[in-house]
C-alpha cells in the first residue's frame, strides 16, 4: 500500500472492473481533466498524430479499418477520423469503437452526434471483450488502437494475441496507457498526487472514492516499458526502434508492434 491507504485493486473482483466503468462513464471526461490537468488531451492529440491514420499506408485507396479497442467515450476515435479527414484528404478511413461495457458506448454514441461521423459508415460500435474478439475477422484490421484500457484487461496476453489474429500482416498495434515515471524526483510527487489527491478529487467530483482509487492502482499495477514491449512482442510483433515512446517523463508511453 501507499501512504496508507488500503488496496481496493487486490480486493475488486475481476466483475466489479465493469462496476467502475459505469459508475464513472458519465462523469468520465471531467475527471480526466481534473486528474491529468489537461494533458491527457495532449497525449490523445499526440498519439493520434503519431499514428497518421489515413496516409499512404497501409490500407489505402480504400482508406485503413481501425479497430478501437476500449474506445469508451470515442475520444480516441473521433480525433482519428478528424486527421484522416483534415490532415490526410481521406474520407475513406473508418473506426469501430469496441468496449466491453455498455454505458461507456453510449456515452460514446451520445458524443459522435456532435461530429460529423454520426450515422455514417465511417463510424460503427461494438460491444466485446478485447480478450475474445470472436466477431472480428482474422487479417481484416489495419491499425488497432488502445487507449487507457489494456490495464484494465483481466488476462492482457490473450488481449495482444487477439489483437494480432484480427490485424492484417503489415498491420500496426498503437496502445497509449499509463506507464512508469522514468525521474526519481518527479516520481516522489507522481506518487502523492496519484495516492493522495486522485480518490480525493473522485470522492470529491464524483462522489465515488473507490472507483478512482481502483483506476490509481491498476496504474501502479501495470507492467514498465521495457516489460510491456517484450510482452508486445512475445505476441509476435516487431517493435520498431525503441518500441515505445515515453510521454511527460513516461507518466504515460506510446508502444508500437507490427505484424510480420
Ligand atoms: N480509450 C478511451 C480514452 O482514452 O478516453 C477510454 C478509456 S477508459 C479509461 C477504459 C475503457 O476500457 C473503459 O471504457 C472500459 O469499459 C474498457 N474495458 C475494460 N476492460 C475491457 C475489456 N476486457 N475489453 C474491452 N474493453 C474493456
Not at 501507499?2 to 462523469?27: D, Q, R, W
Request: net charge negative.
Amino acid at each position: 500500500t501507499h501512504f496508507g491507504y488500503e488496496t481496493i485493486a487486490e480486493s475488486l473482483k475481476e466483475s466489479k472492473v465493469g462496476a467502475v466503468f459505469s459508475s464513472v462513464a458519465s462523469s468520465y471526461d471531467t475527471m480526466n481533466d481534473f486528474m491529468s490537468l489537461g494533458i491527457h488531451r495532449l497525449w490523445k492529440d499526440h498519439f493520434v498524430r503519431s499514428i497518421n491514420p489515413g496516409s499512404a499506408s497501409p490500407g489505402s485507396p480504400e482508406g485503413w479499418n481501425i479497430l478501437d479497442i476500449a474506445g469508451g467515450t470515442g475520444d480516441i476515435a473521433f480525433r482519428m477520423l478528424d486527421h484522416a479527414t483534415n490532415i490526410n484528404g481521406d474520407h475513406r478511413t473508418r473506426v469501430t469503437i469496441s468496449d466491453i461495457n455498455a454505458d461507456m458506448l453510449r456515452e460514446g454514441k451520445k458524443r459522435s452526434l456532435d461530429t460529423p461521423y454520426a450515422n455514417s459508415d465511417r463510424l460503427s460500435f461494438l460491444q466485446a471483450n478485447a480478450e475474445k474478439l470472436d466477431m472480428v475477422e482474422s487479417n481484416s484490421i489495419d491499425l488497432y488502437t488502445v487507449a487507457f484500457g489494456i490495464r484494465n484487461f483481466t488476462d492482457k496476453a490473450a488481449a495482444l494475441r487477439e489483437a494480432y489474429r484480427v490485424l492484417k500482416p503489415g498491420g500496426v498495434f498503437a496502445c497509449l496507457e499509463f506507464s512508469k515515471v522514468n525521474n526519481p524526483v518527479f516520481n516522489e510527487v507522481y506518487q502523492r498526487w496519484s495516492f493522495g489527491a486522485i480518490p480525493l478529487i473522485g470522492h470529491l467530483v464524483a462522489g465515488d472514492r473507490d472507483s478512482y482509487q481502483y483506476l490509481v492502482e491498476s496504474i501502479d499495477r501495470f507492467p514498465s516499458q521495457e516489460e510491456w514491449k517484450g510482452m508486445i512482442q512475445e505476441a509476435g510483433f516487431m517493435t520498431p526502434g525503441k518500441g515505445y515512446e515515453d510521454l511527460t517523463f513516461g507518466i504515460a508511453a506510446i508502444h508500437k508492434g507490427v505484424k510480420p
